[in-house]
């Protein structure tokens, strides 16, 4: 069974940063795309990054592209999301998704195959 398990989350000023973790089990990470997607309150899920299976390829959403950064570490079985700079807006609970077998960019969250629970980024003014 596949789990992707998110860590890292939690509560910090504007200006702060955070790294995020996924880490997954019953399954290498060769050969997935994975992302990053984030649910704020009342909204809809919203794609954040994503990076191949090589780490040749990333692609961020707009919003969060010179202030975060998509990494995996195959050898780990993990991938990272780093945050910088956060605002208010990036409050949201975080999640990974891993899209197997895939060697292109997803950006589409009904394309990926496995999703974590989530961790919670609160980002205060």
């Known amino acids: 069974q596949v789990q992707l398990v998110e860590s890292g989350g939690g509560s910090v000023q504007a200006g702060g940063s955070l790294r995020l973790s996924c880490a997954t089990s019953?399954?290498?990470?060769?050969?997935?795309?994975m992302g990053w997607f984030r649910r704020a309150p009342g909204e809809e899920r919203e794609f954040v990054a994503a990076?191949?299976?090589?780490?040749?390829?990333?692609y961020y959403a707009d919003s969060v592209k010179g202030r975060f950064t998509i990494s995996r570490d195959n050898a780990k079985n993990t991938v990272y999301l780093q945050m910088n700079s956060l605002k208010p807006e990036d409050t949201a609970v975080y999640i990974c998704?891993?899209?197997?077998?895939?060697?292109?960019?997803?950006?589409?969250?009904?394309?990926?195959?496995?999703w974590g629970q989530g961790t919670q980024v609160t980002v205060s003014s």
């Open positions: 998704a891993a899209d197997w077998p895939a060697d292109t960019i997803v950006i589409f969250p009904g394309e990926y195959d496995y």
């Open positions: 990076i191949t299976w090589n780490g040749v390829s990333t």
């Open positions: 019953g399954r290498t990470l060769t050969s997935a795309t």
